[in-house]
């Protein structure tokens, strides 16, 4: 077991990173530092928890093992080819809303029922809410279910939306529109730092988080049941050789087991496609948008708590469906980002480029100015909505949260879904353990729950703007205004993203204006605030199923897109001795956003986890 804490090293050139403050919160995180000097070994801390404290539960009764998990007296442990083998009841991939929701409403339910299940949440990010990346306006609805008394409990919610506007936005103007959206009562938030809180409410009451490994693979049995997870190793080296820091992975097994991965989770389309679920449940594909997002500190007299502003319009072309947010956090912090959905057509399209764009306009940019950017990041989410909701019950547990897609999108909320799937699924856990049901009974909660309701009201919004920004505002209207999602129709969704992206024979190319160094900055300055770090000698995580597609099908037929689709230059086309274009991969600057792994014109390159613990370091996203 891991005894030895994660340790890192990096050749490319380093960074010390400054903690923000997290207040009110009265735990202080300990980020990653990153040497100030080249080829140093960088030693992750996370103490084997949230992060924030000594998980005290475990530390009170059991000692640490040698890969850092608690050696239980009631678990068994085997060795299979290296690895250790733990077994709990539960055990959960992925520390977000839902999978924390579902590990503290099992805990829940012990307490209730006077029982003893073991509850583990693994967790890639180097701590929780390292990966963890939102706009975000809170909707406090299943949150209000499961913690009830939230606000006495030092929950870090406390910026409440004092004004809500939408525009429709033009080059150089921005037009004042009727107000869609009804944020009344919702919460201006830091999605990481809530995370951070749900693990510390999780530890209370007994749960094992384990941040800093990586869910690698799906175990099955010899019925094909899924029987639990194994993380990857740890110090392989480039070449595939065991470096001195080597430690072989670990089998987590459980007699249920939750995955929460979040938007496009790695092993949880692995099991989509397995049992072929996405068929099972309501049929269509999935489709997805690129969020990009920097968190300003700006001048205290242009701030102003709980302020909210969403757009329509420009920078995006009337063919390429998002938008854009604003939102007014505590501390003079202001998070501004930009939405666009990756079933665009043109390749020459650069969604990180469209966002500094947007950063210039006339309504945003004094906002800004005299502003300084604290964090940069980007993440995938689901838009499918309730027409590509999977059959999410499988032999040996279930999907939950952004993993399945619950996102509703005219509301541009998926929190409070992903946060009530996970408390769903664990019941359903709960009856299975304690009482011999069947997990079939999630499937059936979730269409009798608010969530379902939800989504099938909103399930028009998303797939109207497949004729155009002007037909989806009418189209809109109408469900808004009048049928209230009462429409006796379904739209359905255009082409998967990755078909919908056209050759560059038939597109005009874009240029971009060069950044300004003020609202507008190059990939390399923003990755910097992003505070990405991988150890560098390690085998790549993003994998050519096909290493001769780059130079033979997407250089030629579509310029080079991944280039442009990808918001951290981890893909560039560079000249070899010959002066022949090649790509190059530059996998340590991946921000997992999962977007090479949506929009790839011909689905040649996979995302696959790297070692634990690497990644982003988010903090105030």
Known sequence: MFKKIISLSTNSKSRTFKPISLNPINYSPQPPLLSSKPNQSTTFTPSFSSGYRSNSTQCRQFGLGRNGFDVLGRRLFSSEAGRESISYDVVIVGGGPAGLSAAIRLKQLCCENDVDLSVCVVEKGAELGAHILSGNVFEPRALNELIPKWREEEAPISVGVSSDKFMLLTKKHAIPMPNPFDNKGNYVISLSQFVRWLGQKAEELGVEVYPGFAAKEVLYDENENVIGIATNDMGIGKDGSKKDTYQ???????????FAEGCRGS??????????LRKKGQGQHQTYALGIKEVWEIDA???????????????LDHKTYGGS????????????????????????????????NLKRHPAIRPLLENGTVLQYGARTL?????????????????????????????KIKGTHTAMKSGMLAAESAFEVLHKGSN????????????????????????????YGLLPGMAICGLEHYLLKGRAPYTLKHGKPDHEATREASQCSPIEYPKPDGIVSFD??????????????DQPAHLRLRDPKVPELVNLPKYAGPESRYCPARVYEYVSDDNGQLKLQINAQNCLHCKACDIKDPKQNIEWTVPEGGGGPGYSVM
């Open 248 to 258: 072989p992975g670990v089998e987590l097994k459980g007699r249920v087991n939750l």
């Open 267 to 276: 092993l949880s389309e692995k099991i989509i496609r397995k049992y072929d």
């Open 301 to 315: 007299d242009k701030h102003k708590p709980g302020a909210v502003v969403h757009t329509l319009g420009w920078p």
């Open 325 to 356: 947010f604003l939102y007014h956090m505590q501390d003079r912090q202001v998070s501004i980002g930009l939405v666009c959905a990756l079933n665009y057509h043109n390749p020459f399209f650069n969604p990180y480029e469209e966002f500094q």
């Open 382 to 410: 689901n838009e499918g909505g309730f027409q590509s909701i999977p059959y999410p019950v499988f032999p040996g547990g279930a999907i939950v949260g952004c993993s399945a897609g619950f996102l509703n999108v005219p």
């Open 439 to 466: 997990m079939k009974t999630y499937w059936e909660s979730l269409k009798n729950s608010w969530i379902w309701e939800e989504l099938y009201r909103a399930r028009n919004y998303r797939p109207a703007f497949e």
């Open 523 to 536: 990939v390399p300055t923003s990755l910097y605030r992003s505070n990405t770090n991988h150890d560098h």
